[in-house]
T-cell receptor, first 113, second 117 residues
């Protein structure tokens, strides 16, 4: 069975500080990995994805994530956050050749001035 | 390209009633998935339709059903509504096709906020 664990339900951080949102997954087969962001009263927006190739992937809004197969992790990072990054972030996996997504429980990023 | 659209955006229903939600995918996308989002359970997969056929299904009771039309638009129906069905229902579309050996990212609509009283 597949599962996604986001270790932190809330992450408070000051503006311009770096941030890391953690994601670990469990799967017996190859997966694709995604990070989505959800602003209040909106749907989910894709931040970045890992399908294959380089394990460091860059996304929109200055975010990047690194796929670590041995640790089954896909942590999201940003070197300097802005107030506008305040939102909920979801890590997701989908199975190779099987269009079914599994989402983590979400991490609320609260950027303080 | 226009994004995924969902109608209505907000809905208030009474226990025991039924409801139908609509989703129009991005042009060219043939896969439509539905999710239920609640504060307690997070994002839970309901089902996925591809070429008018239900291809994947989550662990929801039979009161939750869906269908897809030939133009890829999809509807989701919930019968005999319960208070616990109050949630944000999200629709997502993707290119993912059968047997292509790959998976594509899903593009989400803004959701339909259903309140059951």
């Amino acid at each position: 069975a597949q599962s996604v664990t986001q270790l932190d339900s809330q992450v408070p951080v000051f503006e311009e500080a770096p941030v890391e949102l953690r994601c670990n997954y469990s799967s017996s087969v190859s997966v694709y990995l995604f990070w989505y962001v959800q602003y209040p009263n909106q749907g989910l927006q894709l931040l970045l994805k890992y399908l294959s190739g380089s394990t460091l992937v860059k996304g929109i809004n200055g975010f990047e994530a690194e796929f670590n197969k041995s640790q089954t992790s896909f942590h999201l990072r940003k070197p300097s956050v802005h107030i506008s990054d305040t939102a909920e972030y979801f890590c997701a996996v989908s199975l190779y050749n099987f269009n079914k997504f599994y989402f983590g429980s979400g991490t609320k990023l609260n950027v303080k001035p | 390209k226009a994004g995924v659209t969902q109608t209505p955006r907000y809905l208030i229903k009474t226990r025991g009633q039924q409801v139908t939600l609509s989703c129009s995918p991005i042009s060219g996308h043939r896969s439509v998935s539905w999710y239920q989002q609640t504060p307690g359970q997070g994002l839970q997969f309901l089902f996925e339709y591809f070429s008018e056929t239900q291809r994947n299904k989550g662990n929801f009771p039979g009161r939750f059903s869906g269908r897809q039309f030939s133009n890829s638009r999809s509807e989701m129906n919930v019968s005999t509504l319960e208070l616990g069905d109050s949630a944000l229902y999200l629709c997502a579309s993707s290119l993912a096709g059968r047997g292509q050996g790959s998976s594509y990212e899903q593009y989400f609509g803004p959701g339909t906020r259903l309140t059951v009283t």
